[in-house]
Each structure stands twice: as C-alpha cells, then as structure tokens.
Nanobody, 115 residues
Framework: QVRLVESGGGLVQAGGSLRLSCTAS????????MAWYRQAPGKQRELVAG???????NYADSVKGRFTISRDYANNTLYLQMNSLKPEDTAAYYC?????????WGQGTQVTVSS
C-alpha cells in the first residue's frame, strides 16, 4: 500500500499563491497516474489536476491558467502550484494515485482563501 502525505495548505488572501506537496512513502511507477482533488464543505470531491501515465497534465476548467501540476519522480513527490487564488478555491485538497485496481488517497490539506 502507498501512503501519501500532503502539505503546504494554509490561509491566503485572494490573489495569493500556495504550493502543495504530496510525498509518497514508496517509489511510484511512472505508469501510475497521480492527481489532485479537492472537496469543499457540502460539495462533492472534484478533480483539480492530474498527470497521466504519459506525463501529460490535465486541469479542471476552473483552474486552467492558474494552477500547475508537476511531478518529481526521483523524490516521489507531486506538486500543485496555485496562483491567483480565489475564495472559491477554498477546500480540502487531496492527492491520489492508482495502480491496477488499487487507489490510494492522502489525508488532505486545507486551503482557505479569504476575500
């Protein structure tokens, strides 16, 4: 089982930036996709950004042009650079990875954007 640990969340004013990190307890194959999801109170968890098995990033329309996902294969770490943050970005952010029929989620890190 892969253990994922997120960090980097916090309180920031609208227009500010944060960088989230997600470190895996073991080496994750390049063939395993990784992604960031978020969940706001009373809402369903939604995909924010992901990196496919081919290393191609994809983004939710709501964050395109503001967020950048990247992956450090050597250090088993996934990043999410978040710029121009908006109050509607407030949520708990989770990273995940999958291999075969298995899925692992981190415990989440809270991002709060004040207006």
């Amino acid at each position: 089982q892969v253990r994922l640990v997120e960090s980097g969340g916090g309180l920031v004013q609208a227009g500010g930036s944060l960088r989230l990190s997600c470190t895996a307890s073991v080496s994750i194959s390049r063939a395993s996709p990784m992604a960031w999801y978020r969940q706001a109170p009373g809402k369903q968890r939604e995909l924010v950004a992901g990196i496919s098995v081919y290393g191609k990033p994809n983004y939710a329309d709501s964050v395109k042009g503001r967020f950048t996902i990247s992956r450090d294969y050597a250090n088993n770490t996934l990043y999410l650079q978040m710029n121009s943050l908006k109050p509607e970005d407030t949520a708990a952010y989770y990273c995940m990875t999958s291999w075969g029929a298995n899925v692992s989620w981190g415990q989440g890190t809270q991002v709060t954007v004040s207006s």
